[in-house]
């Protein structure tokens, strides 16, 4: 069982178990490989484990037990890879017994402080039955906000789903009981090996200097990617501002980064994010090689097991497809920022040869340590490098490093300029993230505190990808409400730029914008720029049909938000808003969007009376009503 990129030749229905994720960050795909590991451990005759966009999903009737493990994004969003076989499923033609004789199960991965939670998966499941499919067991909802994480749900959902599958066929899973009460004593084999050569074997024209292509080739190579990988790097900008916009005693540290493209213009729109990829920090990359007694300067290639490379690169030169171990652990593992998975601590007991380790180890595997795991793990925010620091006597060998590390991840952000006021710049407002664990360790986010790290028109060049955002840029003709507190007003700086370019030859609609901070002298992000729109005939300019409203909610005794000032301009809000306006709101993903969405309602009800009733519902599904958050 491992992901495969390509449809899988037919079995015999009954005797296969089909698993379909739709991973966005990769917790979807390593709650799918889980199910895929446990029903072979079960002796399930055949299991296959594939992403939902490598999958024909006209071949679903075909099948006769499948289990779909589904993450949500954004507000309800589904992932990337599950859009096509979404928009496939949704087709009229579809009847209702289209999948009759189809049994199923659905696990969604959410987080309970989104408005939408879990939504992806409940619609999946939804469908399905509408379609004539039958359940095996009910839907599971793994929340991130649980002490224990999405695995908390999981676990017993699996429990049952195990016991029904056997209930309803004992040949599917002859051997239960192994599932039931695993056994810790039996190693399977990993699913790749590396291939080494010495640093000799590599020619002097071997080496890469162009360094898109090095990552391009590296995060090919790694099967953690091969979902995920996006190619090389559209541009590999240059960090020519890096401003702090808070305070330098304020708790918190916004920066202002301006990235430049030298030598040509940057294609994007306002609305779009950037995707970077972080730079991990040398000495701890070092450290994890050393950790692992490997040699740094060797060279290696990955295969899946059988003999076929994992990259498919269609290089003539099969040595292009060696590279330095160093270099694939700095760009494709994500050894110092991101936490291992339970599996991980599993096959670490098989290599512990410290007794007191090994038992440990097993305890954090079982689920009887789950909840002792998660508070030693997640809740710490432990690396990879520090697991193993913290259990001396375990050395993986390193192709079960390379299956179980988590990848290193692009992070994204919101753009926060204009293309036609900055051709050939991308601006982006980012918190600096740290906090303190429940043991007051000091962590950093990785990606934030790399660059701001990094001084102005230094030669560190940052890889970046365009990624098309959820927030669709506006005609100039639509009057807009932009709702974004803290660094929420990230987009909408972009916006407000790229209308006050747009109002220099043709005529624009007014703009209403809400901003939220704590205090005016520690955290009014971008003050005098918005003040400048609101002067003379500005788009924030009150003489033009605009407004600037912001709300300090630390600045007096009472908690002023941005809700609270959406219902002070009422009557401003509700005239756009017949205006044709579209409202747009970005920032935390906490409470602000259910609060700012209720005071819109409530906007909406007082003005408008019955008559507006499911307002929000109508711009929303027009393409008028437009959320972007992050936690």
């Keep these: 069982m491992s992901p495969s990129p390509s449809l899988p030749p037919p079995l015999p229905a009954t005797g296969r178990l089909l698993v379909l994720y739709a991973s966005q960050t990769g917790n979807a795909m390593d709650a799918a490989e889980r199910v895929g590991r446990e029903a072979e451990r079960g002796g399930c005759p055949a299991v296959d484990v594939l992403s939902m966009d490598s999958f024909d999903p006209s071949c679903l009737p075909g099948e006769r037990s499948v289990v779909f493990v589904v993450s949500t994004t954004g507000q309800g969003d589904p992932p990337d890879s599950m859009k096509g076989f979404w928009r496939y499923l949704r087709k009229k033609e579809l009847g209702a017994r289209w999948l009759e ?19 992806a998966a409940k619609k999946i499941d939804r469908r399905l039955l509408q379609l004539g499919a039958e359940q095996i067991i009910k839907i599971g909802l793994g929340n991130d906000q649980e002490s224990s994480g999405y695995e908390g749900a999981l676990d017993p959902w699996l429990l049952s789903l195990w016991r029904s599958l056997n209930q309803e066929n004992l040949s599917l899973l002859p051997r239960i009981s192994d ?18 050569y010495s640093s000799d074997d590599a020619p002097q024209d071997f080496i890469v200097s162009d360094s898109k292509k090095l990552i391009e080739r590296a995060r090919t190579m790694s099967p953690a990617l091969k979902f995920h990988n996006d190619g090389e790097p559209q541009y590999m900008l240059k960090m020519v501002t890096n401003q702090r916009l808070t305070k330098e005693d304020s708790e918190k540290d916004v920066r202002h980064f301006e990235l430049e493209n030298p030598s040509s213009a940057i294609s994007y729109q306002v609305g779009d994010a950037l995707e970077i990829l972080p730079s991990q920090d040398p000495s701890a990359v070092n ?41 694939f652990v700095a760009l494709t593992m994500d050894v110092t920022s991101a936490s291992p998975r339970r599996y991980f601590f599993e096959i670490m007991s098989y290599f512990a040869t410290a007794e007191h380790e090994k038992e440990r180890l097993q305890y954090f595997a079982s689920p009887e340590g789950r909840e002792d795991l998660y508070k030693y793990n997640q809740k710490e925010s432990r690396t990879v490098l520090e697991v193993l620091e913290d259990f001396p006597s375990v050395h993986m060998p390193f192709e079960w490093l390379v299956q179980l590390t988590p990848p290193l991840k692009k992070r994204a952000f919101s753009i926060s300029s204009s293309p036609l006021a ?34 102005p028109n230094e030669e560190k060049l940052i890889p970046c990808w365009i990624h098309k955002g959820s927030l669709p840029p506006p005609h100039p003709s639509v009057p807009l409400v932009l709702i974004g507190p803290g660094t929420g007003c990230a987009p909408f700086r972009a916006f407000v730029e790229e209308r006050a370019a747009q109002s220099v030859r043709e005529p624009t609609a007014p703009v209403l914008f809400f901003f939220g901070c704590r205090n005016e002298d520690n955290d009014f992000l971008y003050k005098d720029l918005w003040l400048k729109h609101t002067q003379d005939k500005g788009v924030l300019s009150p003489k033009e049909g605009g407004g600037l409203f912001v709300a300090f909610s630390r600045d007096q005794p009472q908690k002023v938000y941005v809700q609270h000032k ?40 007082q003005k408008g009376g019955e008559a507006a009733s499911g307002w929000l519902g109508k711009l929303e599904r027009a393409g008028k009503f437009n959320i972007e958050t992050w936690s």
């Design 179 to 196: 599932i039931i009460n695993p056994s810790l004593n039996n190693l399977g084999d990993s699913k790749i090996e590396v291939v080494y």
């Design 422 to 455: 900055h051709p050939n710049q991308i601006h982006l407002t980012v918190s600096v993230v740290s906090w303190l664990t429940p043991f007051k360790r000091a962590r950093h986010g990785l990606c934030s505190t790399w660059l701001a790290g990094l001084s």
């Design 101 to 119: 004789g189809l049994r199923y199960a659905v696990f969604g991965l959410g987080d309970s402080g989104y408005q939408k939670y879990n939504f």
């Design 287 to 327: 450290a994890f090689i050393e950790c692992c007694n490997l040699d740094p300067d060797c060279y290696i290639m990955i295969r899946a097991k059988g003999g076929d490379e994992v990259s498919k690169c269609s290089l003539v030169n099969g040595m292009m497809d060696r590279m330095k171990l160093k270099t």
């Design 566 to 605: 959406i219902k002070e301009q009422s009557a401003r809000v509700w005239n756009l808003l017949c205006s044709g306006a579209a409202i747009y709101v970005a920032g935390s993903s906490t409470k602000m969007p259910a609060d700012v969405t209720a005071a819109l309602e409530e906007v909406v009800r």
